[in-house]
């Protein structure tokens, strides 16, 4: 009985410690970039100026598209709209692309109903489609704040008939800029001497 313990007691030991191994390799945190003085001092201005541009969206397109929509967070969102556009986007995450976009949405507070996408565009723009009814949830991947292609917390609107446009403010980047000024970067997106090679 002792030898069937012992050999049972091995073989688990050596397999969770494969599994540790393995798991230790899939999952491992990327390292984090060190704070180096001097990078932050020479970029820092740079790094200001891009993080006030942050701050706000401005789309401009044509197609035949009708759309009207309002909006305080994608929680508080009223309009709806139809069609397709092509459009110049200063957008989220510094997404400055030419792009097309297409679909239908509607919204009544926080009730609705869309089919919505950016479906083709240059490099910088991040394709998406986002097909849901009822709440959108700040957890859904579009939304995520550090890599998604929209901002759940954006707060302004969008107007058009065969001309349309978009204006946004995102209030989260108010905070990314104040933070900038104390050498702070909550949002990951300072430049730093590595993008210049």
């Known amino acids: 009985m002792k030898k069937v313990f012992l050999t049972l007691s091995l073989v688990c030991g050596l397999s ?7 798991v230790s390799d899939e999952f491992t945190a990327p390292p984090e970039k060190k704070f180096n003085l001097a990078e932050a001092l020479v970029l820092w201005f740079p790094n200001r100026v891009l993080d006030i541009l942050d701050i706000f969206s401005v789309n401009l397109g044509v197609g035949p598209v009708v759309e009207a929509r309002l909006m305080a967070t ?19 995450h510094r997404q400055y692309a030419l792009g097309q976009e297409q679909g239908f949405y509607y919204s009544f507070i926080s009730v609705g109903e869309e089919d919505w996408g950016v479906i083709d565009g240059t490099r910088l723009l991040k394709k998406y489609t986002e097909t849901r009814t009822g709440v959108p949830l700040p957890t859904m991947r579009n939304y995520n704040f550090h890599e998604g292609a929209r901002d759940y917390w954006q707060i302004g609107g969008s107007l058009g008939l065969l001309v349309t446009g978009d204006l946004y403010i995102h209030p989260l980047e108010w ?23």
């Open 175 to 197: 905070l990314d800029l104040a933070a900038g000024i104390f050498f702070l970067d909550p949002n990951g997106d300072d430049l730093r001497f590595d993008d210049f090679r």
């Open 16 to 22: 969770i410690s494969g599994f540790a191994g393995n």
């Open 74 to 92: 994608r929680a508080v969102d009223v309009g709806a709209g139809v069609g397709m556009a092509y459009k110049a986007y200063k957008g989220f």
